[in-house]
């Protein structure tokens, strides 16, 4: 899974799976999590967002866990399609207008 | 990409020389962002815009200024371009601060400094 500021880890799925993207963050006061979705070449694509306030926050086809216990943040994807296939990275709201975005998770979804 | 363009898209310079990138968006939103990507790290924060003619600086500012004179419109210079700043630049908007909602990112410019 990825940390915030770590390198690029990888993530390789069946077409058809579910995807489990992790995400640790590091203030324990943070209080907004955001996941994006880049396609190559392109500029980041909102997914999904969550508040501290919740643990589970559910869209089309994915789904986001708040764990501030461990501090940490994950992201389902079912039935995992190939145009699934991207960087995925979480940001956190550290307070005082401090967004800080991870490096990412790269999802390869195989055929 | 949410009414966000950005130009140019890709631009090659030489060290020393000043580069200027240009946001426009046409969503009429009150927040605008310059970040830049690099490998290995999540976007960093370079300015930012909360209204017409107010800025405030980010994460990496050193190096970089930002300009808002109109709504839609949120310039980047780089004063004088140095290797370290190669870097692909994204702007994005947002309705309120980017601590309490969405943000919309452009196409990015990828630029090179040589």
């Known amino acids: 899974g990825e940390s915030v500021g770590l390198h690029l880890p990888t993530l390789s799925v069946q077409e058809g799976d579910n995807s489990i993207i992790n995400c640790a963050y590091s203030?324990?006061?943070?209080?907004?999590f955001i996941w994006y979705k880049q396609e190559s070449g392109k500029g980041p694509q909102f997914i999904i967002d969550?508040?501290?306030?919740?643990d589970k926050r559910q869209g089309q086809r994915v789904t986001v866990l708040l764990n501030k216990t461990v501090k940490h943040l994950s992201l389902q994807i079912a039935a995992t399609q190939p145009g699934d296939s991207a960087v995925y990275f979480c940001?956190?709201?550290?307070?005082?207008?401090?967004?800080?975005f991870g490096a990412g998770t790269r999802l390869t979804v195989k055929p | 990409d949410a009414g966000i363009t950005q130009s140019p898209r890709h631009k090659v310079t030489e060290t020393g020389t000043p580069v200027t990138l240009r946001c426009h968006q046409t969503?009429?939103?009150?927040?605008m962002y310059w970040y830049r990507q690099d490998p290995g790290h999540g976007l960093r924060l370079i300015h930012y815009s909360y209204g017409v003619k107010d800025t405030d600086k980010g994460e990496v500012s050193d190096g970089y200024s930002v300009s808002r004179s109109k709504t839609e419109d949120f310039l980047l210079t780089l004063e004088s371009a140095t290797s370290s700043q190669t870097s692909v630049y994204f702007c994005?908007?947002?309705?309120?601060?980017?601590?309490?909602?969405?943000?919309?990112f452009g196409p990015g410019t990828r630029l090179t400094v040589l």
């Open positions: 969503e009429n939103h009150r927040y």
């Open positions: 969550i508040r501290s306030n919740m």
């Open positions: 940001a956190e709201n550290k307070g005082n207008n401090d967004m800080r």
């Open positions: 203030n324990s006061a943070s209080d907004y």
């Open positions: 994005a908007i947002s309705e309120q601060d980017h601590s309490q909602s969405t943000q919309y």
